[in-house]
């Protein structure tokens, strides 16, 4: 087992016009810890672990497995196994073999690969499949062999490239569970690309959220969830996403929030007013979950109130999504089943603002 440091790393490619894919990402994984990079497609999550593995050259700064820098050590000797979306199993291997192929080229002896083997067929329940081929096995099944052929070789790190997004939703939920499952019992450093913030919020024990080839926040999931850095973490984690309204701080009388355009204000609590003071007159953004939007009665001067018409239902089962709009801004908000008015009516949304973010509508950085 070891740590992986990242220290100032960038990756230019230089295929016609020169890129940043990566710019200046540090990163410290602990020995042990299950840290998963997200973001949108294209904002470098891949390229990044590729030069931790050693797949892509490294354009600036340093990448550390354990005390010992990697930049120029080869793939193979930087005890690491990557298991990638297009995991390609050998097709005429059966899986013990496909399971033992690294270990023989390796040259460990039969008695040694077939322990490792078995152990490994034992953690992935695989043990009633060692004898067939991967066209007789399922999506599933065969997603496990690959994972086994990782797990046989025993890495101080293991790396994952998107590695379910292959599967079926019913099956990435189980593998999923299966790889939490795995990352518990054997303990081992473990880095992790996805581009779906709910496998990233589940497995990760830190996330690193990235966007155009920045690290923009580096945290536990709880804490990008509760005080996202910026606009961008906000709006990336959580589904449905945050609620956004640009607008600014006013005094006179009691603080409120002017929605841009005017078309609904709210007064702000004293807590939430004092943290604003200095925001006061400049453009920001509020940022609000759907779960602390709720349908209520009537307005009130005294609460966080606006009155909005009702666009969409949709209905769970368990919970609602409304979709409204006060003035120019959406507004979801997610409720408990409740009997609701006709589309088109008009309601009135209630906001927690003890809940409730605020961005510099500028920089987009969070405000207090
Ligand atoms: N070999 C290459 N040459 C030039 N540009 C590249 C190369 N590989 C990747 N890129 C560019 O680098 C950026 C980061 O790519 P990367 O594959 O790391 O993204 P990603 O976050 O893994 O995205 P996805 O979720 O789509 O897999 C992209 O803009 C991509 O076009
Ligand atoms: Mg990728």
């Keep these: 087992m070891a740590s992986v440091t990242l220290s100032g790393v960038r990756k230019i490619y230089h295929e016609g016009v020169e890129q940043v894919a990566v710019h200046e990402v540090s990163l410290g994984v602990k020995d042990g810890e299950f840290v998963v990079l997200v973001g949108p497609s294209g904002c470098g999550k891949s390229t990044t672990l590729r030069m931790i593995a050693g797949l892509e050259s490294i354009s600036a700064g340093t990448v550390k497995i354990g005390d010992r820098v990697v930049n120029d050590v080869p793939p193979k000797a930087r005890d690491i196994a990557m298991v990638f979306q297009n995991y390609a199993l050998y097709p005429h291997m059966t899986v013990r073999e496909n399971l033992g192929f690294a270990l023989k080229l390796r040259n460990m002896s039969a008695a040694d690969i077939n322990d490792r083997v078995k152990a490994a067929a034992a953690t992935l329940g695989l043990e009633d499949y060692l004898d067939r081929k991967p066209r007789q096995l399922s999506g599933g099944q065969r997603q496990r062999v690959a994972l086994g052929r990782a797990i046989v070789r025993q890495p101080q790190v293991f790396l994952f490239d998107e590695p379910l997004s292959n599967l079926d939703a019913q099956m990435r939920v ?195």
């Design 174 to 368: 189980s593998m999923r569970r299966e790889i939490a499952r795995l990352h518990q019992e054997l303990k081992v450093t473990m880095i992790y690309v996805t581009h779906d913030q709910v496998e990233a919020m589940t497995l990760g024990d830190r996330i690193v959220v990235m966007n155009k080839g920045h690290v923009m926040q580096i945290d536990t999931p709880l804490n990008l969830y509760e005080k996202p850095k910026n606009r961008f973490v906000a709006g990336f984690i959580g589904n449905p996403a945050m609620n956004f309204a640009n607008g600014t701080v006013e005094g006179g009388g009691p603080s409120r929030f002017v929605a841009e355009g005017g078309d609904w204000e709210i007064n702000l609590p004293q807590r939430v007013a004092s943290r604003l003071s200095g925001a006061r007159g400049k453009a920001i953004t509020m940022g609000i979950r759907p779960e602390d939007v709720t349908i209520v009665a009537g307005p009130r001067a005294a609460a966080a109130t606006a009155s909005a018409r009702l666009d969409l239902v949709e209905s769970l089962g368990n919970e609602t999504f409304i979709y409204a709009s006060a003035g120019k801004h959406d507004v979801t908000a997610r409720v408990s089943p409740q009997s609701l008015p006709p589309i088109g009516s008009k309601i009135f949304l209630g906001f927690d603002l003890e809940k409730a973010h605020f961005f510099d509508a500028v920089s987009g950085e969070r405000i207090g």
